[in-house]
């Protein structure tokens, strides 16, 4: 794990690309599926009102400006605080009302292409619904980059550094032919395509699709997270006629093949997914990530009372932690455990603020505070949190996501039912809907709970909530399914909290929670297994013991990267 600031620079070797900047020929059938105005070096025309837009029979057909199309947007920068300019960029683009931000995929820091002596890149993709003709959108994008403080006049270095880079993608057109195959007369005969359109206009620099996104890893990495993150259906790349995941494995595969070769080229470096904290920093999820325990509650299951008492004690566990190896300080000042009663907000505000000042006056470690109350996350977020962990996933609150949102900081959003009080009688999961669909239908809810109150894709994390709400077959099989539930939720971020759970207990005999480290250890190995070998899998563990499970990690991790051979 690496904590980025946004500054950070770095000079790497040039990417190799698979396929050249120009399209193959295209078959008159594959023309017609694409989109109806695909006619190489023609030029096609906007006004402020309508697109025109070709048939088969050379007649304009004007699309209303005001009907809504969907497009996809590169995202970028390496400027500055890269995140914020890059979240700047999205406001701006939505304050007029014309296009709306529908999902995000993750971020990624990426090293530079084409110019390699300069700083590393912050990317992403997003899909978005606009009423804007493609020209129209170009201007308002160049408006915003312009805004953001992008030399736009011809006089800057070509793919050189930028405070924000959108592009266009893709964008919705539509078919030429109706149901019988006769060309459509109006626009009402026409379906709407998504990604259809294909247009090539150089003299205006707009190529649609994009003429080298099939050569970048940081665009087609982002495109695969949208399309698996969206509503099940490929994003195909109209010319190519391949989807986006199909388009990064032939990438990859001949990247691969080019670094197997005798050339004197050096192995470009990988992309690694972040999650944006505040003050320009980004957790780097280039291994798994150690999220250390710090209750301040006399109750909590495992280590009640152990640091309720004295900030200082409680501080002395953190830098150790730290020491240990831990990624982030989780601080809760509200015991969850089954059947655990309710703290007040006061109280629970009491507990948590002293020691989160007093860490932030010692160390910059990411800092999540576990908490089901809006009131105490932004507190504590003031205070110098960093991430809000709610075990509720949002749901105890209803404040809670749309104030995450207005502070744009990380979630991580757990799976429970019912309460802290009654979530155990609630762990029926039936044959239809077993503990692994259940818990991945739920959450992927949540999710898109949260997405809808503004916090984008890239600033969640899931947890499938080990030990609440579910019985000891529920755990284990959890835990061994993990891989499963990652895949069904998109490739998101997973944290795992298996640390000294009463699963354990009876798996193991142990009474003592303190003593149940090594069936710990055990569970945490398995949910970060990855089997179905999901590519770009993140992964943390919130444990009570750091040194032991970041040992084991760190060891278990090698041994699987091992060459065989």
């Not at 710090?294 to 566990?317: I, R």
């Not at 907000?345 to 470690?365: G, N, T």
């Not at 809808?452 to 061994?480: E, M, T, Y």
Request: hydrophobic share 40%.
């Amino acid at each position: 794990m690496t904590i980025l600031a946004s500054s950070a620079a770095f000079a790497f070797p040039v990417r190799r690309a698979f396929v050249g900047c120009h399209y193959p020929s295209i078959s008159k059938a594959t023309r017609a599926r694409c989109a109806v105005n695909y006619k190489p070096r023609h030029r096609y025309y906007h006004s402020s009102t309508s697109l025109p837009v070709k048939n088969d029979a050379n007649d304009d057909v004007n699309i209303d400006n005001e009907e809504k199309r969907k497009a996809y947007l590169a995202v970028g920068s390496n400027m500055g605080d890269t995140y914020q300019n890059i979240a700047n960029a999205l406001s701006s683009l939505q304050s007029n009302g014309s296009i709306k931000l529908l999902q995000t995929s993750f971020l990624r820091t990426t090293a530079p292409m084409y110019v390699t002596d300069q700083p590393n890149f912050l990317n992403g993709a997003v899909q978005v619904e606009t009423s804007l003709p493609p020209f129209e959108l170009l201007s308002a994008i160049k408006q915003v980059e312009n805004d953001l403080g992008r030399d736009l006049s011809g006089n800057s270095q070509r793919y050189g550094p930028r405070p924000v880079d959108l592009d266009i993608l893709l964008y919705d057109g539509y078919d030429v032919t109706t149901s019988e195959g006769t060309a459509a007369e109006t626009i009402g005969e026409n379906d709407l395509q998504p990604n259809a359109l294909v247009m090539h206009q150089p003299s205006e620099k707009l190529i649609i699709p994009h003429p080298r996104m099939q050569e970048r890893e940081f665009v087609l990495a982002p495109m695969m997270d949208l399309e698996m993150g969206g509503d099940g259906n490929e994003i195909t790349h109209p010319v190519l006629n391949k989807s986006m995941k199909e388009l990064l494995m032939m990438l990859i595969k001949n990247n691969a093949k080019s670094s197997n070769s005798d050339d004197d080229e050096e192995e470009y470096p990988p992309a690694h997914r972040v999650l944006p904290l505040p003050r320009g920093r980004m957790l780097v999820f280039n291994e798994t990530i150690i999220q250390g325990i710090l209750n301040v509650t006399p109750d909590s299951f495992s280590d009640g009372g152990k640091f309720s008492k004295s900030v200082e004690d409680a501080l002395a566990q953190a830098l150790q932690m730290e020491k240990d190896g831990a990624g982030i300080i989780d601080i809760g000042g509200e015991s969850t455990r089954p059947g655990a009663e309710a703290v007040g907000i006061d109280e629970e505000l009491r507990r948590v603020l002293p020691i989160i000042e007093r860490i932030r006056e010692e160390s910059d470690i990411p800092i999540s505070i576990d908490t089901r109350n809006a009131r105490v996350a932004q507190a504590a977020i003031e205070a110098g949190a960093d991430i809000v962990n709610d075990v509720s996933g949002g749901t105890h609150d209803p404040e809670m996501l749309a104030s995450v949102a207005s502070m744009g900081v990380p979630i991580i959003l757990m799976h429970m039912r019912g309460n802290p009080k009654t979530m155990q009688a609630l762990t029926n999961y039936t044959k239809n809907d077993g503990v692994l669909s259940g818990v991945a239908l739920e959450l992927m809810a949540r999710s898109k709970a949260a997405e809808a109150a503004g916090i984008p894709r890239w600033l969640q994390v899931l947890d499938p909530g080990i030990g609440f709400a579910k019985d000891v077959d529920g755990n284990l099989s959890l835990i061994k399914g993990a891989g499963v539930i990652r895949a069904n939720c998109g490739n998101m971020p997973f944290l795992f909290g298996p640390s000294r759970k009463g699963f354990i207990g009876k798996v193991t005999g142990e009474t003592d929670p303190a003593e149940r480290d090594f069936g710990t250890i055990a569970a945490c190995l398995i949910s970060i297994e990855n089997k179905e070998e999901i590519r770009d899998a993140c992964n943390i563990l919130r444990v009570h013991n750091v040194k032991a499970v970041k040992q084991a990690v760190l060891t278990y991790e090698a041994i699987q990267k091992a060459n065989m051979e």
